[in-house]
């Protein structure tokens, strides 16, 4: 079986992107992968509890806000690059949905809402996957208290009338039981999916090279994530 982590960003009229997505891990890995995350961890924050003060967030890294207000510049860029790493070096499929939201509403007189669009769409590219590698999956998300019960409804709904309401809606059979949600801090997993839709949310709308130099290393950190493993990100509409 493998395991499958995404969450979500915020769009708003500065990022008029949705992305949503993550990636995935062999089951028999899960261990030794989750260690690995805990010696990161306890390297930046030198503790290895699952705590909000030890949690990774792409924004709050990348700007210091949060619990990483005092922290150096070159600590946080290291702590990108840590990830990625452990990415890379493992070679975790990572799979996204991007949705161009004012392109989506002008297109379609009925527009679905864009969670439940992006959801549809990252389920249909996590069984992708699992049909390529012959597996079953049990995905799992952060805790979003609007979307939640939406969520596990319509994923029901997707498993019952037997592939999600697409023009070419493709069958979830592979996924078991439910979509999971748990708050990202009770996750190393999650934090993970957080840090890659960060820098995704971030560089895919980069027109231009950053010219800040941590912004500039974080960039070159998510294009060594996107030369090094299997990424597929899928543009809506």
């Known amino acids: 079986m493998h395991l499958a982590y995404f969450d979500e960003n915020k769009y ?39 705590r909000t003060d030890t949690e990774f967030h792409g924004k709050e890294i990348f700007h210091g806000k949060g619990y990483f207000k005092k ?18 070096h493992n070679q975790l499929p990572i799979r996204m949905v991007r949705i161009d939201v004012k392109s989506h509403r002008a297109k379609y007189t009925y527009p679905q ?10 389920l249909e ?15 799992f998300g952060d805790y979003e208290k609007d979307e939640i019960t939406g969520a596990i409804l319509d994923f029901a709904e997707f498993k019952v009338s037997g592939s999600t309401p697409m023009h070419y809606g493709r069958p979830l059979g592979r996924l078991v039981d439910t979509v999971y ?12 999916s957080d840090v890659l839709v960060y820098m995704a949310g971030r560089y895919e709308n980069m027109e231009r090279s950053p010219t800040k ?12 994530i996107k030369a090094g493993t299997d990424i597929i990100i899928q543009h809506w509409p």
């Open 71 to 88: 922290r150096k510049l070159s600590e946080r860029v290291k702590l990108f690059d840590d990830i990625a790493t452990f990415i890379i």
């Open 12 to 50: 708003s009229e500065a990022n008029p992107y949705f992305l949503i997505g993550g990636y995935l891990i062999p089951e028999n890995k899960a261990i030794d992968l989750e260690m690995s995350l805990t010696q990161i961890q306890s390297n930046f924050f030198g503790s290895t509890a699952l």
């Open 113 to 122: 809402p864009e969670y439940r669009l992006g959801l549809m769409l990252i």
């Open 125 to 139: 590219r996590f069984c992708d996957y699992l049909e390529q590698v012959d597996d079953l999956g049990a995905v």
């Open 213 to 224: 130099w941590h912004d500039q290393q974080v960039f070159d950190i998510w294009g060594r």
């Open 181 to 192: 949600f748990t708050h990202s801090h009770h996750s190393r997993f999650l934090q993970v």
